[in-house]
């Protein structure tokens, strides 16, 4: 198979199991409490913290995270198109 035949291939594939899902939110809450977990160990490694706080702090990690993304991003655009970027 070709790169292309093997992307429209997974293409179907996922379009079939969504025609299956009929919650696509809770289908994908596993994912986003795994992604989220991430920030919140980030923040509190040994479980100390409230889980208000370590919650608030978590999400400002997560942003953090999402901002940095969007530098990188804006970044990577500037230097295609000639400029300082920097």
């Known amino acids: 198979m ?7 291939r997974a293409s179907i594939a996922a379009h079939v199991q969504w025609s299956k ?17 991430r920030f919140e160990v980030e923040v509190d490694p040994e479980g100390q913290l409230d ?10 990690a997560r942003r953090a995270y999402f901002a940095r993304l969007a530098l990188a991003s ?11 970027g920097e």
């Open 2 to 8: 070709t790169p292309e035949q093997r992307r429209l």
């Open 21 to 37: 899902t009929g919650d696509r939110s809770a289908r994908t809450q596993p994912a986003r409490d795994k992604f989220m977990h």
């Open 51 to 60: 889980p208000e706080d370590r919650a608030r702090r978590a999400e400002s």
């Open 74 to 84: 804006s970044r990577a655009r500037t230097r295609k198109r000639g400029g300082a």
